[in-house]
Structures are given as C-alpha cells and as structure tokens.
C-alpha cells in the first residue's frame, strides 16, 4: 500500500497531506495565464468560491502541476497560488525552474535519470520547498528503478517516454518498485495528443486506466494540447479514477448494451436521468432494457430504472421492485422521489454567487 504524504513539523501552514488524495488523485498541469485569470482557474479546477477565495469540494483537483512557476514581480499569479495553497491544493514544478523563482510550500520536482548520473541521492531541495517528487519515463535500467525505494519522494510521476509503450513500460516499473518495497505514490501521466475530446478519452482510459483497474497507480496527470483544456481534463480525470472503482464523485451509472427487447430508448432516456442524478456521489443507478434479463444484470446498483412493458417503467430498490408500470413520462421523478424516499437525495448546489473579490 502507498505511503501518502504526512504533515512534517516544519511545513508550517502548507499541508502536505492534501497533496494527494488516498482514493485516487488528480493533478493537473497549469499556466501562468490561467493563473491570472483566478476566477477561472478555480471553476476549472473545481474550486468552490466565496468572496473571490477558492475552497477544495469533492472533485477539486488535489494539486497542480507548474511548468514555469510565476516570478517574483508577477503579483496576481502569485496571488492565485497562495490562496489555492491555502485551499489545500498542491504545487508542484521542476526543481530549475523553482531554483530561479521559487515558491514557499512547492514540490520540487526532480528527473531520476539526473539523480542517477549525479551520484543517486536527492539534491538539497530549492529554497522554499518542502518535499520532492522524482519523474520516472521508463526508460531507466533495473538498478536505477529499484534506487527510488531509497529516496525521500513524496510520490513518484510515471511519465512514459515515446517510443516507449505505455502499459508496458509502466509495468515494468511497477515490478521494480514492488521488488524495491518502494511505498511512495505514483501518479501516471502523460501528454496525449488525440485530436478530439472522444479520442483522448479512449485513449486515456486504455492507456492509463488499463493501469488503475489493475490497481497500479495512485492518480493521474493527464495534458491534451489538442483535445481538451484545464476544464475538461478535470472532469475526464476524475471519471477515469472513478470508472477504475477508485475515487467516487458523482453518480454511478450502469445500462445494459440494449437489445431487440430493450423497451426504450436507452441513450436518450439514460442521459435524461444522469442529467437529473447524476451528482450523488456513492449512490449507482442502474438502467436496464427490459424485465427479462434487466434485474438480474444491474449488478448491485442502489435503484434500477427498467422497462416493464411499452411505455411502462418498473422501479427498484436494490433487487426489490417497488413501484410498477409507471408512465414513462413520470418515470424520471418518480425515480427521484424514490432515492429521496430512501435517504439517499442531496439538492445540486446552485452555482456559486460570486462576491467581490477582497484584496489580500
Ligand atoms: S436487459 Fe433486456 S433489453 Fe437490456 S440487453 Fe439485457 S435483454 Fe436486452
């Protein structure tokens, strides 16, 4: 089991703990641009806000990733970092670039093959950070892999070099790390250059997902220059962490593939539903064709939704029918009283009224 980050005396007011999250984390790359526009970022990191300062929610990504840290003069961007340090977010960046601006509170990010070829130990970390991260590509040889148990890193970044394969590649570092005992985290990542948002989300889940249902990994840090801005990739990573039954934020839905019996249509009436649900974390909703084999394959969702006859819905509680032969045109509200009947209904937050931003 990974050995997740732990509050040390000296990180003052910066938790460390929140850097990742036990169930799965996100992490995702961000600009100096997207930096200086805060309202912005925090939407598309998931933040809720109050008074212009961001708050982690459920699905706010666990910590970012800097590329090129915001210099000293570059107040606002520097601004919208402290109050998402102060929210709770991570930040990470490479260890250069902290060198020449640095960031209280930061991850130094450091590349194993430099590690080994400057003698194998950690370099003393850049002026205000506090922990280290190692990027791992694959492509270092068994005795460099089996060193990282060795270091003090507070997760490891898997970040497969091309040509390399992905899933194998990735692999065969894990077996090294498990040979090593190493307990530090590691977060997949990877740039993905799929033209389309559908593309890179096949591609993410047979390249990384294929990783995370196996249980290897502990997040994701997922770019897509082509596809897919900050806002996107947040809710594509948290559903890749979720379809791999790590971390739950949202409604788990299950269908059937549809058949010559199926009583509906089950893609329109499916998203008719998630669009109406699907923001109950931990409740999973099965919606099925027909009564023929429906019951029997909604796994064991908390309510199933299933064709009864044309035009006629059955609604269960687990594997109990509770209500039959509704209209289908009530059969949606219905299934909403039905989950707040049982206890199980929180109301969607309305979208948060943002006030006037107060000066730090
Ligand atoms: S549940 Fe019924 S409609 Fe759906 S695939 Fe199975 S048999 Fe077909």
Known sequence: RSQYPEQRERDGDFDMRGLLHRDGSVLLHVTRD?????????????????????????ATVDSIVLDAPPTADDADARLTLRRLQTAGVGVLAPAAALGAAPIDGAVAIYDLAAIGAAGGALPALPAGALRAAVRVDGSEDDELLLSLARLDAAMIILDVATPLSRVHASRRVFEMLARSKCAAPVILAGTFETPSAEELTIAVGMQLGSLLVDGLGDGVL??????????????????????????????EFVSCPSCGRTLFDLQTVTAEIAARTGHLPGVAIAVMGCIVNGPGEMADADFGYVGGAPGKIDLYVGKDVVKRAIPMEQACEELVQLIKDNGRWVEKEPAEAEAVAVAA
Do not use: H, W
């Open 34 to 58: 997207e930096l200086r526009s805060p309202a912005a970022l925090y939407t598309a990191l998931g933040c809720k806000t109050a008074v212009g300062f961001p708050f982690k929610d459920i």
């Open 222 to 251: 997922v770019s897509a220059p082509r596809a897919a801005r900050t806002a996107e990739l947040r809710p594509l990573s948290f559903a890749l962490l979720q379809g791999s039954r790590m971390r739950n934020t949202k409604t």
